[in-house]
């Protein structure tokens, strides 16, 4: 890798899908959030599409199709925020040697980021019960006025905050959306396959693909 590039001194991680599994959370509030309002939900494995570019996109994919005008995403956002927050860490829990990878990198004197698509608060509310005393120096989720992914915004923002120049930032994610943001801001794109959408990375056929958590060292 320094061989096409610096070394590289910060790593920008997606979070859900990444990090940590959210999925059945997220289903369970949405779920609850759709039968407030009379309709039937999904099961967990069907929020694998529904998820990733933020909470209303997700909302309108949950509703029917005739059920996925302004008023009606609104009203299921706003009855899924406080049923999620309600289970925010119930089930979700970091992917295996996720924590060992976390400490290994911290180690080798890496700086280390979250950036996500789902709301700041939430972000920071997962990262924190999730990941006690935190290896992150900058915890990122979706704040107003600043686009999300796979806009490049906010991740160039992070690369500036942690002092990293944009091409020595691993950016690491599961979905195409997170190889999208990495390209868009001139990071180099990591794809994980233990997340949600795994064929994603497959059919995008990204440079780096990796299996297991501790397979990111060896891009070191």
């Not at 009203?75 to 829990?93: D, F, H, I, N, S």
């Not at 972000?123 to 989720?141: D, K, N, Q």
Request: hydrophobic share 45%; charged share 20%; proline share 10%.
């Amino acid at each position: 890798m320094s061989a096409r590039g610096p070394r590289p001194s910060a790593v920008i991680f997606d979070l859900d899908g990444t990090l940590v599994d959210s999925l059945a959370d997220i289903a369970t509030a949405m779920n609850a959030a759709l039968a407030e309002l009379g309709l039937r939900g999904h099961a967990p494995a069907a929020y694998r599409d529904f998820i990733g570019d933020g909470v209303e996109p997700m909302a309108q994919r949950a509703l029917p199709p005739e059920r996925r005008d302004p008023v009606s995403v609104a009203a299921c956002v706003a009855l899924w925020r406080p049923r999620y927050l309600a289970g925010l860490v119930e089930q979700t829990r970091p992917y295996p040697g996720i924590s060992e990878l976390l400490a290994a990198l911290t180690a080798r004197g890496l700086r280390l980021a979250v950036l996500s698509n789902k709301a700041d608060d939430l972000t920071a509310r997962i990262v924190a019960a999730l990941f006690p005393g935190s290896p992150f120096a900058e915890v990122r989720g979706a704040r107003e006025g600043v686009p999300k992914k796979p806009d490049p915004t906010a991740a160039l923002a992070i690369a500036e905050a942690l002092g990293a120049a944009p091409e020595g930032c691993l950016y690491v994610g599961d979905t195409a959306i997170d190889l999208e943001t990495a390209q868009a801001a001139a990071m180099v794109p990591v794809g994980v396959l233990w997340g949600f959408r795994p064929e994603q990375l497959r059919e995008r056929a990204p440079a780096r693909l990796l299996e297991r958590p501790p397979e990111l060292l060896n891009l070191l």
